[in-house]
């Protein structure tokens, strides 16, 4: 097999497909919903035309698709499967139910607006109301990161054994056409080892999943848990720092983009940053000492990391393009939380930003630095755009 | 009808059930017939009770406890794990009550049989969500005494066997636990038949929940079939039906007087459910 780079022209749910294919799952059960469909409609085209094997699940709700994909996982198998929206909220049950079964599922879910009212709009309100299920997550600015990310997703998820949900955005990801490099198959397969862990729903081993425990028995595997998520935060960096040895693109699991000695920080995640990329570089220019942090594991959320990057820095400004009525912008509050008690923690403004898909665009970002230079913060979010 | 039940040793004694348990009994013939080349998946449930709990378990076989609405579903994705795997032998079966059946996991299963999954799903139907003791699903009959319908049941029982024998899959069968040669058998039948969904509805009279005697289960059983409350046929491809044991000519009278779920009944009442069951009965015999 060739290792020749190939770069297609493909949107960011494409790009998504593509790693799929390239990490030879076994089973997919899959069920459409806007914006998330192009991923299972190019796996499903693969699969036909004889490019991938495996098993497809033409489901009859997403609720059925996370529940087959759990038991498929438990059999020993490599699994995918991607949603968005109500169809994720759809599976919440099931979310909390594969992470405790510790079954290493990859997902993608394409960020958009959870009714009601209607809307098919990027908002990452629908992925991080799911940040208490026991799944890692990833946000990703653009397809090419969508690609790499699928496929450091089975690593991570495989060693660690926990689902790992990899998500961008409705549209501006999701459906943009970039330039894309796709891994090699040789590539891939070095990366992905076959996964075949010991404890397998089999016959011959014997082995059952999910009665009854005790409180104690409980208790103790969700401590297990934690302490696999937070395992996580050096074995996502090595499965990173792995991929860019073989394709040389590497992300981190924050991005630190020049930030060296930069007196204003604007936090955020998805596609969001690759807007505020040409704000720095504007502002940079014009000899304002600003940097960008971008987000890209948000579970676990990386604190060691964000008190590391933050200490020092005077002022930071997050943009949340999600909502959670009565506490605000998601990241904002995270964020704090995890800066508490640090001596040198930065002033931080909590910015509403985007939500319900609303454009954000470089000059818009450029008024709110303005804003938040010249005020104090508010303890709430604040809204924007 | 004489079958020689081939039994292997896979549930075991000491399990949790109440003592005179029907579903107990019809776990034991349908395990046992499968052998050991099998996986279970049960809902939460009476029969989650049965099998664990974890560490232990009453079944010599690997069980996963879903949730409630997705027996279907996630028995569908072991089969498909296996077959991925190569494995074409290991019989995948799901055991759920008729609240995981008829209501909550009817999407799932209605899917299943759609897409032809090859699993067994068999239904321990004991006309009612019996442990969380004993509330109405719409597998409880018209009258019936339940805790959320406290005057007694509305509306007629769901005729789940027609619904799924109307999904052209290539097994559906009914059985009861007062005729375990005849479950067995079907459990056989349904090992046989490979390639799609095979369906089994067990009718298990619950101790409690119907108001009987410990030692009452199986001759209940026998009544519910020989009054036609419930006859026991087998239906292959939707369209070939067999009848197995039908009514006997018994009134429904002599079912429903031994049952306190029934004892709050009018003479009209009565009257009432043997005009249902003659019904229902005109309805299924032209088919055999």
Not at chain 1, 66 to 76: E, F, H, R, V
Not at chain 1, 320 to 342: C, H, I, M, S, W
């Amino acid at each position: 097999m060739s290792t020749e780079h190939t770069r297609l022209l493909l949107s960011g749910n494409h790009a998504v497909s593509y790693a799929v294919k390239l990490a030879r799952p076994n089973v997919m059960p899959v069920y459409p919903i806007t914006p998330q469909t192009p991923i299972l409609e190019k796996i499903t085209e693969f699969h036909a035309g004889g490019e991938m094997t495996g098993e497809i699940m033409t489901m009859e709700s997403e609720h059925s698709v996370m529940a087959a994909a759990i038991t498929a996982s438990l059999t020993g198998v490599r699994v995918f499967t991607a949603t968005a929206s109500q169809g994720l909220l759809l599976m919440h049950e099931m979310l909390h139910y594969a992470a405790g079964a510790r079954a290493p599922i990859v997902m993608a879910n394409v960020n958009r607006t959870l009714g009601s009212p209607w809307g098919f709009w990027p908002d990452q309100t629908d992925s991080l109301a799911q940040r208490d299920v026991g799944w890692i997550q990833y946000y990703c600015e653009n397809g090419q990161e969508s690609h790499d990310t699928t496929l450091q997703a089975f690593r991570v998820a495989e060693q660690v054994l926990l689902p790992v949900m990899v998500v961008h955005e409705a549209f501006y990801v999701s459906h943009a056409m970039e330039a894309v490099d796709i891994v090699s198959q040789q590539q891939v397969d070095a990366y992905l080892p076959p996964f075949n862990p010991p404890h397998r729903l089999d016959p011959q081993i014997g082995e059952s999943w999910g009665n009854t425990v005790s409180q104690t028995m409980f208790q103790n595997h969700r401590r297990d848990m934690g302490e696999a998520m937070e395992r996580v935060l050096e074995v996502g960096k090595q499965a990173d720092r792995e991929l860019q040895e073989l394709v040389g693109r590497g992300y981190g699991i924050l991005e630190q983009y020049r930030c060296e000695g930069a007196e204003f920080i604007i936090a955020t995640m998805g596609s969001m940053t690759g807007t505020v990329r040409d704000v720095v570089d504007e502002l940079r220019a014009a000899g304002v000492s600003i940097g960008l942090l971008k987000i890209r594991l948000f579970r676990p959320f990386p604190v060691a990391d964000l008190r590391e990057a933050l200490v020092g820095v005077p002022k930071v400004m997050v943009l949340d393009r999600n909502f959670a009525p009565g506490t605000g912008g998601v990241l904002f509050q995270e964020l704090k939380a995890a800066l508490y008690g640090l001596a040198g923690a930065p002033e931080i403004h909590g910015y509403l930003a985007g939500v319900g898909g609303t454009n954000i665009s470089p000059s818009a970002i450029k008024e709110m630095v303005q804003c938040a230079m010249g005020e104090n913060p508010s303890v709430n979010s604040v809204w924007k755009g | 009808m004489s079958y020689q039940i081939d039994e292997q040793k896979i549930f075991n004694s000491g399990h949790a059930a109440c003592p005179g348990c029907s579903e107990a009994l019809a776990i034991r013939f349908i395990i046992n017939t499968l052998g050991s080349d099998a996986i279970a998946v049960v809902p939460p449930s009476c029969i989650a009770i049965i099998s664990g709990p974890q560490p232990l378990s009453s079944m010599r076989i690997p069980v996963y406890q879903t949730t409630l609405e997705a027996s279907a579903a996630s028995a569908a994705g072991i089969k498909r794990a296996l077959l991925s795997k190569g494995n074409d032998h290991t019989n995948v079966v799901a055991i759920a009550g008729d609240g995981g059946t008829y209501d909550i996991g009817f999407q799932a299963l209605s899917a299943a049989a759609e897409r032809n999954e090859d699993i067994i799903y068999i239904c321990l139907d004991n006309e009612g969500y019996m442990n969380t003791g004993s509330q109405k699903s719409s597998a409880t009959p018209s009258r019936a005494y339940t805790t959320s319908t406290p005057a007694g049941k509305l509306t007629p029982k769901k005729n789940m066997a027609a619904i799924m024998a109307a999904h052209n899959i290539p097994y559906m069968a009914t059985a009861t636990t007062g005729y375990p040669d005849d479950l067995a058998r079907k459990v056989a039948r349904a090992m046989k038949i490979k390639g799609g969904l095979r369906f089994i509805v067990v009718l298990t009279p619950c101790l409690t929940g119907w108001g009987i005697p410990d030692n009452a289960g199986p001759k209940v059983s026998r009544l519910a079939v020989e009054s036609g409350v419930f006859p026991l046929y087998e239906v292959e491809n939707g369209q070939s039906y067999t009848l197995n044991y039908g009514p006997k000519g018994l009134p429904v009278a002599d079912y429903v007087t031994r049952q306190k779920r029934y004892r709050h009944l009018s003479a009209e009442d009565i009257e009432f459910i043997q005009k249902e069951v003659d019904q229902n009965w005109e309805r299924l015999q032209v088919k055999f």
